[in-house]
């Protein structure tokens, strides 16, 4: 008989993640555990305010899933579809869904790359995010984080101080960018004046989600003028990734919070790649749970953003290790 709890867990930063909408030091995430007799196995739910999420609907529709619960479910589509049948927030059903899929492997003695049936990979290649901060403190961050053992970083900006941010990185790097607005642009033409104004485009991986994913006609029209790749994060959520993609964008970033399970996470990017897209497997702010959920389904992923655990002060889990811009399972050392 499965038995579910959640837990609450409080997750200091090693500094303050400031991104365009909002700002913290301290991240509350949840750890769903699911236990069957002597086995037990557990999923993370990061979730998110951008997307309607709270601390307390998370609990309050945890109470409901479990509440009307089957005792058993007879496998992962089973369980998927009775997930679907509730209004819950993605990062709970990735936190429900992956915390079986956990079960699964465990009771199986099978990878879940193999049971999700994708490639296994044992190490990516990782950005790091610099979040906003004052320019002035640009060089010492960089330094006091040893960023320079990365081979791209991530770089958060907002409209108004995305062109001289982005200058200060640029002298005290040499490693590509990758300029992640988080919807702050207003327009298409604010956004191509911020890319003519790029000193180094050679520099510019891609320009990610730079304008709210509410506006439809506006990334129609930038998508016809930008001189970069445009990667879509913020519009994409859980649902079909379509033509309407490719129409707006050169790629897609799939979270699995976002996505609301392995399942869904994986077919948006089979249909990314189906459609000629790029892709990138992001994260939210996540322990080495999450982290580690990712990688399991990082087979054939052009682009890696998963340092979401490599931001905590103390990492609870050290399934992830790192070294040299490189993550992969810790087992493996």
């Known amino acids: ?21 909002n700002s913290s030091d301290i991240k509350h995430n949840f750890i ?16 998110n305010v951008r997307y309607g999420e709270t601390r307390e609907i998370i609990l309050e529709k945890f109470d409901e899933f479990k509440a009307s619960a089957p005792q058993d479910f007879n496998g992962v589509e089973s369980l998927v579809a009775y997930l679907e049948s509730l209004d819950l927030p993605q990062s709970l059903k990735f936190g429900i869904e992956s915390s079986f899929v956990h079960y699964l492997s465990i009771l199986s003695g099978k990878s879940v790359a193999l049971l999700m049936g994708t490639n296994v990979v044992s190490s990516v290649k990782t950005s790091f995010s610099i979040p906003i901060m004052d320019i002035g403190k640009v060089e010492a961050f960089i330094n006091d984080n040893n960023l320079k053992r990365f081979s791209a970083l991530k770089v958060k900006v907002n409209r108004e101080n995305a062109h001289d941010f982005c200058q200060e990185i640029l002298k005290h790097t040499n490693v590509p960018l990758r300029v992640d607005a988080n919807e702050s642009f207003l327009n298409a033409t604010e956004t191509i004046k911020f890319l003519e104004n790029f000193s180094n485009l050679k520099r510019l991986e891609f320009l990610e989600q730079p304008m709210h994913s509410s506006m439809h006609d506006e990334a ?3 998508k016809k003028h930008s001189s970069v790749l445009l990667m879509a994060d913020e519009s994409v959520i859980n649902g079909e990734i379509n033509e309407y993609f490719v129409e ?4 897609i970033n799939v979270k699995m919070m ?12 089979r249909q990314a ?17 999450g982290i580690s959920s990712a990688l399991n389904v990082s087979g054939g992923v052009d682009y890696f953003d998963l340092d979401g655990s490599l931001l905590l002060k103390e990492e609870p889990y050290k399934l992830i290790s790192e070294e040299n811009g490189k993550i992969f399972y810790s087992y493996i050392q």
């Open 1 to 21: 008989m499965f038995n579910w709890s959640i837990k609450e867990i409080e997750l200091p930063l090693k500094f303050t993640w400031n991104i365009s909408r």
């Open 32 to 47: 769903v555990e699911l236990r069957n007799g002597s086995l037990k196995s557990h999923g993370e739910v990061a979730f």
């Open 220 to 222: 129609l029209e930038l």
């Open 248 to 251: 707006r964008f050169h790629g």
């Open 258 to 269: 976002k996505a609301g399970g392995y399942m869904k996470a994986i077919k948006q990017l």
């Open 273 to 289: 790649k189906i459609l000629g897209l790029k892709t990138m497997l992001g994260c939210m702010v996540e322990t080495s749970l």
